[in-house]
């Protein structure tokens, strides 16, 4: 499904974060948020996921105004948020965080472990591990899976390459893409991880102290001097 933000300023409080955010993500695109440590990327999620709720603007899943909505009623329209550090449950298995992503889905949707399954089949080979015990990337795919068995049309994924192996994080990529094509699946990736971004996304945006500075296809911003001034690079 298509989201459209629309002049959207959220924070914690009386403390301003994000300030004037638009964009629109169509049906089956991939959107790069970038920016460093602090300038609202995480913010952004949870004001789209329904955990904070924004204090001005509107945010519309496939035409429908859903900014009011409390997070599991995004959930069940199909929103699903992969969030930074994973958020596992490390005592149970790979096989019940996988099924807790499925309840969380809510109502009678399709049962998408097969697919999940063969999308990362390292978890098929550890369905009894506990989750807590897994590597970094095995934990990001874990959430990942969990995310898709919500059976969601929108994947909203905060900084999934955080600490993890660079090998892993371009298979990470990888399978986004193909989860993208094959299901023509909505993607949000926010990242301080240029070249993961670059791999996968169709446009990016950056962030700076809360406000989008710059948006283009990854050409143009590469090509400009937005890495330099905007993400350290
Ligand atoms: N729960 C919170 N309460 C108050 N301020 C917060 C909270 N979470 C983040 N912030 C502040 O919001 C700003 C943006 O943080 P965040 O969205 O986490 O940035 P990023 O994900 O890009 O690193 C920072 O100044 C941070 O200190
Ligand atoms: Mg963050």
Do not use: H, W
């Amino acid at each position: 499904m298509s989201l459209r933000v629309e002049q959207l300023s959220a924070g914690y409080g009386s403390i301003g974060v994000l300030r004037d955010i638009s964009f629109t993500v169509e049906k089956g695109e991939v959107l790069g948020v970038l920016g460093r440590n602090g300038m609202g990327k995480t913010t952004l999620i949870r004001a789209l996921a329904g955990t904070i709720a924004p204090s001005q603007g509107s945010i519309f899943l496939e035409g429908e105004e859903i900014s009011k909505l409390p997070d599991y009623q995004r959930a069940r329209r199909g929103i699903t948020t992969v969030v930074q550090g994973r958020g596992m449950f490390p005592k149970l298995t790979v096989r019940e965080n996988l099924e807790m992503g499925r309840i969380a889905g809510g109502r009678a949707k399709r049962n998408r472990r097969d697919e999940v399954l063969s999308y990362f089949p390292r978890l098929a080979e550890r369905m009894n591990q506990l989750a807590g015990t897994m590597s970094g990337g095995e934990q990001q795919m874990l959430a990942i899976g969990r995310g898709l068995m919500t059976d969601p049309t929108v994947m909203l994924l905060d900084e999934p390459s955080d600490g993890i192996m660079p090998t892993l994080v371009r298979q990470i990529a990888e399978t986004l893409a193909k989860i993208n094509r094959a299901e023509g699946m909505t993607i949000i990736i926010v990242e301080q991880n240029v070249p993961m971004v670059f791999s996968m996304a169709d446009r990016c945006i950056i962030l700076e102290k809360g406000r989008i500075v710059a948006g283009g296809s990854k050409d143009e911003i590469a090509q400009s001097n937005l890495m330099k001034e905007y993400l350290a690079i």
